[in-house]
């Protein structure tokens, strides 16, 4: 389901939150078409962001527009940007507002209604905005804390399933998660704990956890690179936590990118510690080329890129007939009984759970 974006940079920028092309295919110009609009279709988005080259070049044949990308960063700066630019937007089209903030982008009217072809494809569990068609589901994955394998047999320990289990001693300065103010996990982490725990229940957990050792820093690609012991994509020495908030599909990510690649995954998910993250795209108010971004919506539900963006972005497709890789269904299969909370729920609690959180867990 970015980024948090949705993420391990080889194994980095592929995964959540990483992975892709500056810019897909040409950043063309925006000089007039035949028709009197514009070549090119602007993509705004986070840096997981990432699709084929080929698959790009086949929209861009077959519409006549030519794909610019512009990345802002993790998906919470992505959205807060669009935002503060709405009335004069940077793209067409933005890509990467998940449920853990849907409802501020919705809010403050970054989207105009439009109803892509194909639409009627997408899984009814993960559509949103039912009636209004401001965003559009792309994909969706589960946030979940990962382990490292070797740690844990090397150390003769069982990891753990819960989040029950990450409270208890043996795990205790463990585990490393991303900061709930400043990352798309790392809320994902925290709105988890909330639907399993209740709205005064969390509060309690996290006490527990931070006496419980819990290290928190400010994004993924910090927490997983950096600080966990497990990771093979980053590029500075391997961390001393064997516990890690990531994604259900990190573990295939390690095996994908890996030279050789191991017979099993080298990390393992707390299955019972995962909460669904549903991405979403919209077409942008005032949007230069609202042509061309409704065809680019079209095309983010194809079954030509949900069938491609799985081994790039690293996320679940949400379209009924696209194809999960034989390595998703092997190494990182989805969470059979997530964590979930209803958009509204979210909307009317989330920026107070984080000013809670904050004070509770930071200072």
């Known amino acids: 389901m970015s980024t948090t974006t949705k993420r391990l940079t080889a194994v980095v920028v592929a995964l959540g939150m990483a992975g892709g092309l500056a810019a897909c295919g040409s950043s063309g110009d925006d000089s007039s078409a035949s028709s009197g609009g514009s070549k090119t279709v602007t993509l705004v988005s986070h840096d997981s962001w990432a699709a084929s080259k080929s698959v790009i070049a086949a929209f861009e044949k077959e519409s006549g527009y030519q794909v610019k990308v512009l990345k802002d960063g993790d998906a919470g700066t992505a959205v807060n940007k669009a935002i503060l630019t709405k009335d004069n937007p940077q793209g067409d089209v933005f890509f990467g507002v998940d449920n853990t903030l849907l409802s501020r982008a919705l809010d403050n009217g970054l989207f105009?209604?439009?109803e892509p072809k194909g639409a009627d494809r997408i899984a009814p569990e993960y559509r949103a905005d039912e009636g209004r068609h401001?965003?559009?589901?792309?994909?969706?994955?589960?946030?979940?804390v990962n382990y490292d394998k070797a740690w844990f047999s090397e150390h003769k320990l069982t990891p753990p399933e819960s989040f029950d289990d990450l409270i208890e001693p043996r795990y205790k300065n463990l585990l490393v998660t991303e900061n709930a103010s400043t990352s798309s996990p790392g809320l994902g982490f925290l709105l988890g704990t909330a639907a399993r725990y209740g709205d005064d229940g969390w509060p309690d957990y996290w006490k527990k956890l931070k006496a419980n050792g819990v290290k928190v820093v400010d994004g993924w690609e910090q927490a997983y690179?950096?600080?966990?012991?497990?990771?093979?994509?980053?590029?500075k020495?391997?961390?001393?936590?064997?516990?890690?908030?990531?994604?259900?599909?990190?573990p295939p990510a390690e095996v994908v990118f890996a030279d050789p690649k191991p017979s099993t995954a080298p990390t393992g998910v707390a299955q019972g510690t995962c909460f669904r993250q549903v991405e979403y795209a919209g077409l942008l108010n005032n949007a230069r080329n609202a042509e061309g971004g409704k065809a680019f919506l079209d095309f983010l539900i194809s079954k030509r890129f949900q069938d491609d963006m799985p081994m790039n972005m690293f996320v679940y497709p949400v379209t009924e007939g696209a194809e999960v890789p034989e390595e998703f269904t092997k190494f990182g299969p989805q969470a059979e009984d997530p964590e979930t909370l209803e958009p509204a729920k979210i909307a009317a609690h989330r920026d107070q759970w984080v000013k809670s959180w904050t004070s509770l867990v930071l200072k």
Not at 237 to 250: C, E, F, I, T
């Open 112 to 114: 105009q209604p439009y």
């Open 134 to 144: 401001r965003v559009t589901p792309v994909d969706t994955g589960d946030i979940c």
């Open 225 to 235: 690179n950096e600080e966990f012991s497990g990771s093979a994509g980053g590029k």
């Open 237 to 250: 020495a391997k961390g001393d936590r064997p516990l890690v908030v990531s994604y259900a599909s990190s």
